[in-house]
Every structure is written in C-alpha cells, then in structure tokens.
C-alpha cells in the first residue's frame, strides 16, 4: 500500500509528472536539450522573483550548497545556523578548506538580523549563508529583516538555502539581495529527489573568479560560464529525467498561480499550528513557524515510531524528530500538491489513534 507522505521530503509526487519522468531520452548537446534548460530557467526566475541566472545540479541541495560556500568565498565565510541543516553548511565549509565561523542560534529561535549585523558589522566576512527554512526545527528565519541589515553590506555575497521553502512561500530572491539561492525538486516543487536548481548574481560569479580552488563537480562558475558557451548545456550529463518533469511541473505552478499556491501552503499550516497548539505544543517560537513544515513538540511523550506505525497501516506517514529532538518532537509537513482536505484526514486519523478527542 502506497502511504501518504507528510514527512519534510520527498513529497507525493503527481501521477502526471512521475509519468514525465519517463519520457524518452534525448541527447544532452542537442538543441533539444538547451530549448528544454532554457524553458525551465525561464519559469524558475518566475519562481523565484529573479532575473538572475540559473543552474541546474543532478544532486540534492546539499551539491550546491557545498558549491556555493567553496566557490565564492575568498576570505571568509559566516554560517548561521538554527539546526542540523545550517551545522551541515558549516561542516561542507570547514571540510572542504575554506575559512568559517558558525554562529548558532538557541533550538527553536531564528537567526535575528541583529545577529547579521554584529557578525557582518566585524569586516572579517565576504560570503554569509542563512537557512531560510529549517526542517529540524521547524523556523522559517526572518529573511525580509535580514534582506536589510545585507543592503548596509554590499560586497558580501548573500547565500540562502530554500531547499524546503520555494515553492511553498513567497521568496523574493532580487528584492530581498539574494545572491545565490538554493533549492532541490522532492519538497515544495512537488517532484522526487535527484536535482538541485539555484539562481546566481553576477556579483556571485565575479566572486567565484577570485577562488583558486573551487572544485570540480560543483564549480558553480564552471557550470554558469559552460551555459553561456554552450547554449544552456552543461559540463556533466544531467538528468533529462528531472528536467521533463520539472519543466512540465513548472507549468503546473504558475497555473496554480504562485499567490494561490503560497496561501495554500500557508492555509496548511496554519490548520497544523492551531491542532498543535490544542494537543502538544509548537517547537518554534510560532512567530517564526515554518508555512511548509510544522515541528511538534512531544509534550505528551508519545512513542512516536509506533504512531507513525498505526499511521502506516492507514496509508499515511509522518515524520519524527530530527538528530538531538528525534523523541522530544515530531513533524508533519505540508508541502508540495497536497491540500487542506488531506490534512485534516491526517489529523483525524492521528486523534483516533492517540484518542484525542
């Protein structure tokens, strides 16, 4: 039996678009292949409120992510981090030999402009990374604050991962001065796992051509100037896979209307939040609770693998807590093309079985 995911990815993926994932093959250099990027590029800039570049990976986030903090960080770089997902930018700098200072918010609190601003306010950082969304703990970080304490610091190169957030909540990328945008297709995107997609500024890029050492697979300047010199193709074989589904997808979204699509998710998460509040508690500070994920805290101290095992016999699945929180929280997210109906089904299903009502 097929179950229902409510975990924070990979999503239920349409029937329509998993079947555009076996659409024959074509060549990777043909014009075929470039008309396929450029169509796709075209639709993520709308996405993505950008009229920036965009690249394409055959990874997760975590490919560009590790590209984008060893690509263009020529001095050194400030990692904030409010959970497992900001510790692992951190770890991607160290490990690959460039210079970074993480800066940790408490579990369940967000990265606070004030925070930027003293870290920035030192001169020592040329590249700064935020998590916009952080599915451990379940904070969306207040990125519009932030988006003006970055306009005071011009030449810092501004890197935000949104892996679990675009698509499902209104981001701005040239509004709020971001310079590389990370995001991946099995989350809001509504696709599986396999591709990575961000946007790049042309500061970004001039960045990256003062790094000696940027790698190889994930050389985000090796993958822009290779698009611009071969019509949207690029040095490794990507997925044709992905890009038929996600360039099918992409049509799917707008048609949806992005407003519509952002109020969904939000509808989602709001439903989540009030049943949180009324039978547990919420991890984050609500103010800055996540629209596309909720992160529960476990104040009745379920056992929740054996919930998630009834919920299994029901056709659903959810998620425990993430690293340190896996028993003292549980997360349910509400992402991608699901709506409000089949929450209000999860929920139902889980009051019956903790017999909460």
């Known amino acids: 039996?097929?179950?229902k995911l409510f975990i924070p990815g990979p999503v239920d993926v349409r029937e329509d678009v998993l079947e555009k994932m076996s659409t024959p093959m074509i060549g990777h250099r043909t014009k075929d292949a470039s008309a396929l990027q450029r169509s796709i590029s075209e639709k993520m800039r709308k996405v993505m409120y950008t009229d920036n570049e965009i690249l394409l990976s055959t990874s997760s986030g975590s490919g560009?992510?590790?590209g984008a903090v060893r690509s263009c960080t020529r001095k050194r770089a400030a990692v904030f981090s409010v959970g497992a997902f900001g510790d692992r930018w951190y770890k991607m700098a160290v490990t690959n030999g460039v210079p970074a200072d993480k800066f940790t918010s408490e579990p369940g609190k967000p990265t606070t402009p004030e925070m930027v601003d003293?870290?920035?306010?030192?001169?020592?950082?040329d590249l700064i990374t935020i998590t916009h969304n952080e599915t451990s703990t379940g904070i969306m970080n207040p990125v519009e604050e932030i988006a003006e304490v970055?306009?005071?610091y011009p030449e810092v190169v501004y890197c935000l991962d949104t892996v679990s957030s675009m698509g499902g909540t209104k981001i701005e990328v040239d509004r709020l001065g971001v310079d590389i945008c990370i995001t991946s297709t099995q989350k809001c995107?509504?696709?599986?796992?396999g591709m990575a997609i961000c946007s790049i500024s042309q500061k970004a890029v001039e960045a990256a051509k003062q790094v000696e050492f940027r790698g190889v697979y994930f050389d985000l300047l090796e993958l822009y100037n290779y698009i611009q010199k071969k019509d949207y193709q690029y040095p490794s074989t990507p997925s044709l896979s992905h890009m038929f589904a996600l360039d099918y997808q992409l049509d799917r979204i707008l048609e949806?209307?992005?407003?519509n699509r952002f109020a969904r998710h939000l509808e989602m998460a709001k439903y989540v939040r009030e049943w949180a509040k009324e039978y547990f508690d919420l991890f984050p500070e609500e103010k800055y609770a996540s629209n596309t994920l909720t992160v529960i805290k476990n104040t009745r101290n379920i056992n929740v693998a054996e919930l998630n095992k009834k919920l299994g016999e029901c056709?659903?699945?959810i998620s425990n807590g993430y690293g340190d929180l896996k028993e003292l929280t549980f997360r349910i997210a509400h992402m991608g093309d699901i709506g409000l109906d089949g929450i209000k089904e999860l929920l139902s299903t889980i009051n019956s079985i903790l017999k909460l009502n």
């Open 256 to 259: 949806e209307g992005l407003e």
């Open 189 to 193: 995107l509504g696709l599986p796992p």
């Open 150 to 152: 970055m306009r005071k």
């Open 1 to 3: 039996m097929h179950k």
């Open 118 to 125: 003293k870290v920035l306010s030192t001169g020592k950082y």
């Open 315 to 317: 056709g659903y699945m």
């Open 64 to 66: 560009l992510m590790e």
